[in-house]
């Protein structure tokens, strides 16, 4: 059973144009949302995190989107460039849990067209 | 600076063999993670470690036994290899410092295929 859903599962853009991601949490003590940026044959390095209690962080062209109401948090690439071309995972752990296990959701393949 | 580091990299397997996973950091890290990714699954927690000499199970940890007996080193085995554990396997280590679970480093992947 998946705690953590995303979607889209697949995502197409044009250079410049701003993808979005949406994870969605079933776990109300979740609170540290980190999402992860996976290129082809590496392992997942983390991008950006929120907590939330604040509704939006940016870092770069990075924004997360957090809606504590609808259990729900997105990301936001601004001006996306074929770098980004890339698997993104969202993930929701409990912050204060020692251990700190880390749920992830499905992914979303990214492919950023010149 | 080698950070977290899978061997082997790639494996083939005949059913009911077995083999383990080695993934060693260099980081003096508490926590160690060891995930599975499947496509439209995404990443998958099997076992975890909050120290030396301590596991825990992670969401799927039927068929799987892990060891920490070294800070730096965490083994996941594979006693009897069947089809449904091909996959790519992710190590992962944190330093958590007592206020979250931390940023994850991962190594690069060890792809394993059970015939």
């Known amino acids: 059973q998946q705690q953590v859903k995303q979607s889209p599962q697949s995502l197409i853009v044009q250079k410049g144009g701003i993808p979005i991601i949406n994870c969605a949490y079933e776990?109300?003590?979740?609170?540290?949302f980190p999402w992860y940026q996976q290129f082809p044959g590496k392992g997942p390095a983390l991008l950006i995190a929120?907590?939330?209690?604040?509704s939006e962080k940016k870092e770069g062209r990075f924004t997360i989107s957090f809606n504590k109401s609808a259990k729900q948090f997105s990301l936001h690439i601004m001006d996306s460039q074929p770098g980004d071309s890339a698997t993104y995972f969202c993930?929701?752990?409990?912050?204060?849990?020692?251990?700190?296990?880390?749920?992830f959701g499905q992914g979303t393949e990214l492919s950023v067209k010149p | 600076n080698a950070g977290v580091t899978q061997t082997p990299k790639f494996r083939v397997l005949k059913t009911g063999q077995s083999m383990t996973l080695l993934c060693a950091q260099d980081?003096?890290?508490?926590?160690m993670y060891w995930y599975r990714q499947d496509p439209g699954m995404g990443l998958r927690l099997i076992h975890y470690?909050?120290?030396?000499?301590?596991?825990a199970k992670g969401e799927v940890p039927d068929g799987y036994n892990v060891s920490r007996l070294k800070k730096q080193n965490f083994l996941l085995g594979l006693e009897s290899a069947a089809p449904s554990q091909t996959s790519v396997y992710f190590c992962?280590?944190?330093?958590?410092?007592?206020?979250?679970?931390?940023?994850?480093?991962f190594g690069e992947g060890s792809r394993l295929t059970v015939l």
């Open positions: 993930a929701a752990s409990i912050f204060g849990n020692q251990g700190g296990k880390l749920i």
């Open positions: 776990n109300t003590a979740f609170d540290y």
């Open positions: 980081m003096n890290h508490e926590y």
């Open positions: 992962a280590s944190t330093q958590s410092v007592g206020k979250g679970p931390g940023e994850l480093f």
């Open positions: 929120i907590r939330p209690d604040v």
């Open positions: 470690s909050v120290g030396e000499g301590t596991t």
